[in-house]
Every structure is written in structure tokens, then in C-alpha cells.
């Protein structure tokens, strides 16, 4: 009986000694790990349109994270259109020929992508811009 009570005393030792090693360690809750704040879910994908109207794009420019996908949609022109990289990083080829015609990206890679219209980029600066991140640096003069 004494030996049972012994093993009590030790066991009530050891969860008093561990449950005071617990609080007194991270100084201050949080509920995350290493005292600060739980971390954020991951934001999900985002698909952003960009109509291509007449001889514009718009909006001209826009920002959006990596993984986001770009959807070009055209609307209201009965003229054939391009989405095209200057980088050569895509490139819609002549899809753009009646209402409704779409062409969609993903961007993964963080940067500045500057794109025009092959057929109208000279004639009415039909350009514009996806900046991926918004760290990176800003359109070129007149795409943004």
C-alpha cells in the first residue's frame, strides 16, 4: 500500500511539474506556433477578366498574385485581336474574333508582363499590362 502510495505521490510530482513547464514557457499565448498569432489560410486562386473592347483593354493594367489566372473576354468590336507578350512568354494568336472569344494565363512566375494586340499596337497603342506580385516592377512607359 505504502509503494502505491509512493507511485501517487510521483505521478501528482510529475503532472505539476509539467503543467508549470508549460505555462511558463512562450510568454504570452497566442494560440500559434511560437507565441504569435495562427497563420493565415492560403489565399485562394483568383480569375480576373480583362474585356477587350474596340481598340483597348481594360483595365489596361492590373496587379494580381502568383497563381492567378487572366481572362481576356472580348466584347462589343468586329475586329480580330491579340493578347501577345512582348517577351514572348504567350501569345492568343488571332482568337479574338467575335464577341464572347476568350483566352485565359496563369501566372506563376512573379515580374511585369507588358502585352499589345499585334494588329493594333502600332496604330492605336492597343497595349497593356499584369504585373504578378506587387513588388514587381512597373509597366513600361505606356502599357500601364
Known sequence: MARIRTLAFLLLALTATA??????CGGGGGGGY?????TEPPRPAQVITVQV???SYEPKSITIEPGDTVRWVLSGSDH???VTALN???D??????GSGAMFERRFDTVGTFDYS???HKLCCQMQGSVRVGSNSPPPSPGYE
Not at 503543467?19 to 511558463?24: K, Q
Not at 492568343?92 to 474574333?97: H, K, L, N
Open 80 to 82: 480580330t485581336h491579340t
Open 117 to 119: 494586340c499585334k494588329s
Open 34 to 38: 511560437g507565441g504569435g498569432s495562427p
Open 88 to 90: 514572348g512568354a504567350f
Open 19 to 24: 503543467s508549470l513547464a508549460v505555462n511558463s
Open 53 to 55: 473592347k474596340d481598340f
Open 92 to 97: 492568343s494568336g488571332a482568337v479574338f474574333t
